[in-house]
């Protein structure tokens, strides 16, 4: 697994300079991911590594606070945390099964083609998770709006199929996808219950200021989610620094 | 040609499955999706229309500029089978997307009876208000369909039965686009409504 870590870094360096800017973004992170990769122990078993990394996509390498990945739904969703919630756990539910899809693939993949293939599989499950929204939670589906097939381009769940589930079996990319996912899910409940309580005094819907509090309507602006989010990284790398010294 | 399939047969066989997985999904889904279409119409036409008991629907042809639309009128009838107003579709640009409406008139066609917002995205927390602001879609019950309702941006807002309307503080484009399209299908729907002599709907139940 080390080896291949290695040779990745090497083959998406290339097609990081043949694809889009996006692409180039997602092969950048890859490459920040791969040394963390790499400082697993040699052959500690299967159901350990995957559950490793599930614990450290949860929090210490939490897609959105550390690696920066999927900021635009948490910018975009986060007003209040019922779309919050919903948007995390289609996010979730994208990113495990291209997870499975692709590791199941990962013998046949030949390296200029791989990014096509991610695409087309994560587009596909995007697709099925908006159906599924507009037919059974049409409210959320009408509040989420171009949100959801938005999924398709979130770097987050490429970055995923890039550095684990083309790597790694079945059982732990499945894992590292529900730590991936659910991390993404936690980044953006934290955001949306900032947003939602000092912006509308509510916490998913329920009252929770009493009604002489007036709501700071730029919570509810792109500008409040930007600043929410601002100190949000600011306290959480403050944190990390102070526990493991810099990087 | 062959070098070709054997590089490509990973993409060509997914994207066959993918689309065999796809239309399965939309093919079961799909008729809850139009149910919940059809349901949203409904609950806004139930919201312009309280007093109605059954609502009937019946497709309307208009003449927009010359070229025909059809569209469909909702026809609101009481328990004694009277008709109490009715309700047609009005889109059009509003300040970020397109807004969608439901527009009730009374049976007389002489005020508007309100409004319902099927569609608009507009700025959250400033034209987004049109959606869920009782007191600005309050301003559409009464007001008279004759002379064209204009925006004004200080006003009395309980006045509901002038044609003035007081726009949402901080949304006088979204305000003036929704009053804007009411106008204008207004102008074309009135040709094409009944009088009230006629009472050729029959209710639905």
């Known amino acids: 697994m080390i080896d291949k870590g290695g040779a990745v870094i090497r083959r998406s360096a290339d097609g990081g300079g043949g694809g889009g800017a996006g692409v180039a973004a997602a092969a950048a992170m890859v490459g920040a991911g791969a040394p963390a990769a790499a400082a697993i122990p040699a052959d500690p078993g299967t159901g350990r590594i995957a559950v490793t990394q599930f614990v450290k996509q949860l929090w210490e390498e939490n897609p959105t606070l550390r690696t920066l990945l999927g900021m635009c739904p948490a910018l975009a969703v986060t007003a209040t945390c019922k779309p919050a919630l919903t948007m995390g756990l289609a996010v979730t539910f994208v990113v495990v099964c291209s997870n499975v899809m692709i590791s199941l693939m990962r013998r046949a993949l030949a390296p200029h083609l791989r990014i096509l293939m991610f695409t087309l599989t994560i587009a596909v499950f995007v697709t099925i998770a908006d159906l599924f929204l507009r037919a059974f939670l049409p409210e959320m589906s009408e509040v989420l709006g171009p949100f959801v097939p938005l999924i398709i381009v979130n770097c987050l769940i490429i970055s995923r199929a890039e550095s684990c589930a083309a790597k790694n079996g079945a059982f732990i990319s499945t894992l590292d996808g529900f730590g991936a996912g659910f991390g993404h899910a936690l980044a953006l409940l934290m955001l949306a219950t900032v947003r939602e309580i000092l912006g509308n005094g509510t916490w998913f819907d329920l009252r929770v200021l009493p009604s002489w509090w007036v709501p700071w309507t730029v919570m509810k602006l792109p500008a409040g989610a930007f600043i929410t989010l601002g100190f949000m990284l600011g306290t959480i790398t403050y944190l990390h620094t102070r526990r493991h010294g810099r990087g | ?205």
């Open chain 2, 1 to 205: 040609m062959l070098r070709f399939l054997k590089a490509s047969w990973l993409v060509l066989a997914s994207a066959f499955v993918f689309g065999l997985l796809l239309a399965g999904v939309h093919a079961s889904w799909q008729p809850r999706i139009e149910a919940n279409e059809r349901e949203k119409l409904q609950r806004g036409i139930r919201s312009i229309l309280v007093d109605a008991d059954s609502i009937a629907t019946r497709p309307i042809t208009l003449a927009t500029g010359g070229i025909a639309e059809q569209t469909d009128l909702y026809t609101g009838f009481d328990a004694a089978g009277q008709v109490v107003g009715y309700v047609y579709p009005a889109e059009g640009t509003g300040f970020q997307d397109k807004i969608k409406l439901l527009v009730g008139v009374d049976p007389d066609l002489s005020n508007y009876r309100g409004i319902a917002v099927i569609f608009a995205a507009e700025t959250p927390g400033f034209g987004d208000a049109i959606r869920d602001s009782a007191i600005f879609k309050g301003q559409f019950i009464g007001a008279p369909v004759d002379p064209p309702l204009t925006v004004i941006k200080v006003g009395d807002r309980s006045k509901t039965d002038d044609e003035e309307i007081v726009s949402i503080t901080g949304a006088t484009i979204t305000s003036e686009a929704a009053t804007t399209i009411i106008n204008r299908r207004w102008q074309q729907v009135r040709e094409a409504l009944p009088p009230t002599a006629q009472r050729g709907d029959q209710p639905q139940h």
